[in-house]
């Protein structure tokens, strides 16, 4: 279980957090420039807090006391960030397997199950935003993470691919039943995949029990 008690201070917001991630899917909401994907960050060790800690299970991957600083690569996090979110230069099986921390086994149970078989040598910059959006949550898994971290999966989406690729999200992360946080400002989509729902106003992260 990852816990967690540590605050950040940013150029725009000071984010705040205090509590552990259960199992499930958690959404995250709060407008934009709130804190939502620092938040997050800062559990994949893309932002160091400016105080406190994180730990995952018995290990502790920061403690700003003890001067403890694990770095993202070699925290088993799952990260699907904004935005561009595949090589588009690299073939579908090289984007999943880019952490190389999986094994080929892996690989090929996530084709499989995320439908991208028949695309393993194409490049994935020729896909369709949905599919894109499929490589990316296999990059995600293929190293079987403690965690999935994903911020606004579905924002690059038009709005007819949005509730499909929702649905193939949501089913593939319970299948692999892996603990994720899920940032969303859509209030619609959080109600529609979250087991729990968890705010940030202005920095504050408000955790619901």
């Known amino acids: 279980m990852i816990t967690f008690s540590f605050t950040v201070a940013r150029p725009s917001v000071t984010v705040k957090a205090d509590g ?113 959006q499929r490589v990316a949550l296999g990059r995600a898994l293929y190293s079987k993470p403690t965690v999935l971290l994903l911020d606004e999966p579905l924002s690059a989406l038009d709005w007819n691919l949005r509730k499909q690729v929702r649905e193939d999200l949501v089913s593939i992360i319970r299948e692999w039943d892996v603990p994720c946080v899920w940032v969303t400002h859509d209030e619609s989509e959080a109600e529609s995949v979250g087991d729990r729902h968890w705010t940030c106003v202005n920095g504050l992260i408000t955790i619901a029990e």
């Open 20 to 132: 552990a991630l259960p199992s499930g899917i958690t959404v995250l909401t709060g407008q934009s420039g709130s804190g939502k994907s620092t938040f997050i960050k800062c559990i994949a060790g893309l932002v160091k807090p400016t105080t406190g800690s994180i730990q995952c299970d018995e290990t502790t991957w920061v403690d700003r006391d003890k001067k403890i600083w694990v770095p993202a690569q070699d925290r088993q996090v799952g990260y699907m960030p904004q935005g561009n979110i595949v090589f588009p230069h690299l073939s579908v099986e090289r984007n999943i397997t880019y952490s190389k921390r999986g094994t080929p086994d892996m690989c090929n149970t996530l084709l499989q199950r995320l439908g991208l078989e028949k695309y393993r040598h194409t490049k994935a910059g020729s896909l369709s935003g949905g599919e894109q």
